[in-house]
């Protein structure tokens, strides 16, 4: 059984920073790209930051600059540092495996809300 635990949301001030957590089990997390997701009221969910199994990253272009992915493959985590965010950033934000547009899966976290303050 699949499990993702998404942890780390909250509010931020303008221009902050978050670190967002996730844990996955019941899949070969170390043979996995993974990736964070983010969904915003009234609009669909969009892909945020992707990372392979041997660590290579790709950001959305809205994030560049501003978010680090990174992944630990001996606890099975993947994080997502945001730095410098913005109220367009407010989402709720979920990990899982590699997904294509439009980002459909079986199963999903509870996922974790990101609001910017501003």
């Known amino acids: 059984q699949v499990q993702l635990v998404e942890s780390g949301g909250g509010l931020a001030q303008p221009g902050g920073s978050l670190r967002l957590s996730c844990a996955a089990s019941?899949?070969?997390?170390?043979?996995?790209?993974m990736g964070w997701y983010r969904r915003a009221p009234g609009k669909q969910r969009e892909m945020v930051a992707l990372?392979?199994?041997?660590?290579?990253?790709e950001y959305r272009e809205s994030v560049k600059d501003r978010f680090t992915i990174s992944r630990d493959n001996a606890k099975s985590t993947v994080d997502l540092q945001m730095n410098s965010l913005k109220p367009e950033d407010t989402a709720v934000y979920y990990c899982?495996?590699?997904?294509?547009?439009?980002?459909?899966?079986?199963?999903w976290g509870q996922g974790t809300q990101v609001t910017d303050s501003s």
């Open positions: 019941g899949i070969i997390f170390s043979m996995k790209a």
């Open positions: 990372i392979s199994s041997g660590g290579s990253t």
């Open positions: 899982n495996e590699l997904l294509i547009p439009p980002y459909d899966a079986d199963y």
